[in-house]
């Protein structure tokens, strides 16, 4: 049920993109485009779903624990650190550039277009070297090598 | 190129996003982060949840099949086609989101419902730098 459930999560996340509009990289782009082609409508993608979370995790939240799981997973740290300016500022760029994000990244794919088909496991390598790299780090000198 | 703005269907469609966030943290107890989602097929694996996730991704990829089976009408989606470029960008995408914490729907949904500084920050910085990054793609280079 659970993974049934995610599936289903996927799908609605998926379809709110579509009909967002955020599945199209030119959409995404006019909306950082403000000395441009200007299209705002990233922000309404953005208050739409804020509201709904906003309001939504708070019930959800107040609940005991999730139907299919045995606690929430929730982030919990508020400190602020230098990975949070570096990360955030090297996606940008990358956004920037091409106006996909993880998860439009992943709508696109089944639209095979030749861009989304090369950005896909560019991103994944991407995202595996950020995992490799943190398990490094602190820098503690390794046990015998 | 000009994209038509599409208020309705934009706010409609943030709010599917926000719905399937709830309903992925109602079932499973997980924040909707695709970066953190699709990060974690690779190891280290620290817990039992691969399955879900790849189910969430599977979701995320037949959602335009079905939006297109069920209207009969193409996706409109205009992807660039310079190849080198969507590699690095690629590269710089996923490598920034996974050492940054989270993208777009992690820290700039899931993060600012929650009112997390570490996410308001975050949004912060990557809609400036995407934002001046499309500033100097656009108007600053031989323009």
Not at chain 1, 89 to 117: E, H
Not at chain 2, 41 to 49: A, I, K, M, N, R
Not at chain 2, 124 to 129: D, S
Request: include cysteine.
């Amino acid at each position: 049920m659970g993974i049934l459930a995610q599936l289903l999560a996927g799908l609605v996340f998926g379809l709110g993109l579509v009909i967002s509009g955020m599945a199209n990289p030119a959409k995404v782009l006019n909306f950082l485009d403000v000395a441009g082609t200007w299209d705002p409508s990233l922000a309404f993608v953005m208050a739409g779903a804020v509201a709904v979370t906003f309001i939504g995790f708070r019930l959800v939240l107040a609940r005991p624990r999730p139907l299919f799981a045995a606690a929430f997973q929730v982030p919990t740290r508020r400190d602020l650190e230098p990975r949070l300016i570096v990360g955030p500022a090297i996606f940008g760029i990358g956004w920037g550039l091409s106006g996909l994000c993880p998860g439009p990244a992943f709508t696109a794919l089944a639209l095979a277009a030749p861009g989304a088909l090369v950005f896909m496991p560019a991103m994944l390598a991407g995202m595996a070297a950020a995992r490799w790299l943190a398990t490094r780090a602190p820098a503690i000198p390794s046990p015998s090598r | 190129m000009i994209t038509v703005f599409t208020p309705f269907a934009s706010l409609v469609g943030g709010a599917l996003i926000g719905l399937a966030a709830v309903l992925l943290l109602a079932t499973s107890g997980r924040i909707a982060g695709i970066s953190g989602i699709a990060s974690r097929l690779f190891p280290p694996y620290e817990d039992s949840g691969l399955a879900g996730r790849i189910a969430f991704l599977a979701g995320l990829v037949l959602a335009p099949v079905l939006v297109m089976a069920a209207t009969g009408a193409p996706i409109i989606q205009t992807v660039s086609g310079n190849l080198p470029l969507m590699a690095a960008a690629g590269l710089l995408v996923g490598f920034g989101s996974v050492w940054g914490y989270g993208c777009t729907s992690g820290h700039g949904v899931c993060g600012l419902a929650r009112l997390s500084p570490r996410s308001l920050v975050a949004t912060a910085v990557f809609m400036l730098a995407a934002g001046l990054t499309v500033l100097v793609v656009r108007h600053g280079l031989g323009g």
